[in-house]
């Protein structure tokens, strides 16, 4: 806590001076995203927890000279709770990754009960964290992160975020190779979840609305099913770590931005949102404009194509299904 306190002070702005704890920082996304986590300015205490490796990696990422103070921690000593207390932002891509045939609901079984007891200890250490879930299957793991903060009474609807983000950049990268432009500058609203069929990108909202249904169909689906690409090509080895690194750190970069009162912060994320309640729909991926104290507003869908409305409601299908299924696992195994 003291050394939070003197980073404060050292720092140009209190409002830029954050805490933020990386949950599984030694794995193929923690790492990089630590690394990336450490080039941000607003970062001024950054914690590596994961099972193994955590002081190491926090050793090596500590030599780079910005203004950040990089503690590792590990389970013993109590490390998980040291890691949490104080912490502003919690990044969560502790758990397994796919192998090829995998879906990433097969991967529920494992990373359930690792993301519900991390939630646990954020309640307990970091309650008024924001906290943005990587793990998969995110469809049902925020569920699940949720269930828990409401079990010990600290949830916060506006501070829960399923990362969604990598969809968006692939959407971008995806739709420039077919539009021959500049993909820094496609900016593509990608919502409903993230896994296959519930990924749904809002094409019609971009420049690009009179792709020939051909090329519009063949993009969706490279869009929907671009994790599979990954890990096809990592044959075994593991699914989407680097690309991921980068839309993990532009999505709590994002936050950041929004609690330091910056305007106009505006990324999609995976959220409790009103859009579809009625429905029983409790979590839902749109564009979500970030302020000081998480989520700031929830945008709804925009108008829609036809075909992409009904992207939208096979997307609800099995949205419904998976989110229940996180519910009942902490109800089931609290
Ligand atoms: P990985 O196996 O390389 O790393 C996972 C890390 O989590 C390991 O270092 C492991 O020790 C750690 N870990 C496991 N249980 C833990 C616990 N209880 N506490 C702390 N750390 C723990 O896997 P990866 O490639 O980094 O992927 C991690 C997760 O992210 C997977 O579930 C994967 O499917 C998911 N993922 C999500 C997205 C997305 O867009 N949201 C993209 C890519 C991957
Ligand atoms: C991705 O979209 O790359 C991740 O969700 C990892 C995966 O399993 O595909």
Redesign the pocket.
């Known amino acids: 806590m003291f050394s939070r306190i003197a980073t404060r002070q050292f720092s140009s702005s209190a409002a830029n001076a954050y805490k933020v704890t990386v949950?599984?920082?030694?794995?193929?996304?923690?790492q990089p995203l630590s690394l990336l986590l450490k080039l941000n300015h607003k970062v001024t205490d950054l914690a590596l927890?994961?099972?193994?490796?955590g002081a190491g990696v926090a050793a090596d990422i500590s030599h780079i000279p910005t203004n950040s103070t990089v503690k590792g921690y590990g389970?013993e000593e109590d490390g998980?709770a040291k890691a949490l207390t104080g912490a502003d932002v919690v990044v969560i891509?502790?758990?397994?990754?796919?192998k090829p045939g995998m879906t990433?609901d097969d991967?529920f079984n494992t990373?359930a009960s690792?993301v519900r007891?991390?939630a646990k200890s954020v309640a307990d250490n970091a309650p008024n964290a924001a906290v943005a879930?990587?793990?998969?299957?995110?469809n049902s793991t925020v569920p699940i992160v949720a269930e828990v903060l409401k079990s010990k009474g600290v949830y916060n609807p506006k501070k829960l975020f399923?990362?969604?983000?990598?969809?968006v950049l692939r959407a971008s990268r995806f739709l420039s190779e077919v539009a021959g432009t500049d993909p820094t500058q496609e900016v593509v609203s990608v919502v409903g979840g993230?896994s296959g069929i519930t990924i749904v990108p809002l094409i019609s909202q971009t420049n690009h609305k009179n792709l020939d249904k051909e090329t519009y169909e063949a993009l969706v689906h490279r869009i929907q099913f671009g994790?599979d690409e990954v890990v096809q090509a990592k044959a075994g080895a593991?699914?989407?770590?680097l690309s991921?690194a980068q839309?993990?750190a532009r999505f709590a970069g994002a936050i950041l931005n929004g609690l330091a009162g910056e305007a106009d912060v505006v990324e999609p994320s995976f959220v409790d949102s009103p859009l579809f309640k009625k429905e029983g729909i409790e979590f839902f991926s749109s564009k979500v404009t970030l302020g000081t104290e998480g989520v700031k507003t929830v945008h709804d869908l925009g108008e829609l194509t036809n075909a992409e409305a009904e992207l939208v409601k096979t997307a609800k299908e099995t949205l419904v299904k998976n989110i229940q299924k996180g519910v009942d696992f902490v109800k089931a195994n609290p």
């Open positions: 949950l599984g920082a030694a794995g193929g996304i923690g927890y994961d099972l193994r490796l389970p998980l891509p502790a758990g397994v990754p796919r990433r991967l990373n690792i007891d991390l879930i990587i793990s998969n299957p995110v399923g990362v969604t983000t990598l969809d993230h994790g593991g699914s989407a770590t991921m839309a993990g």
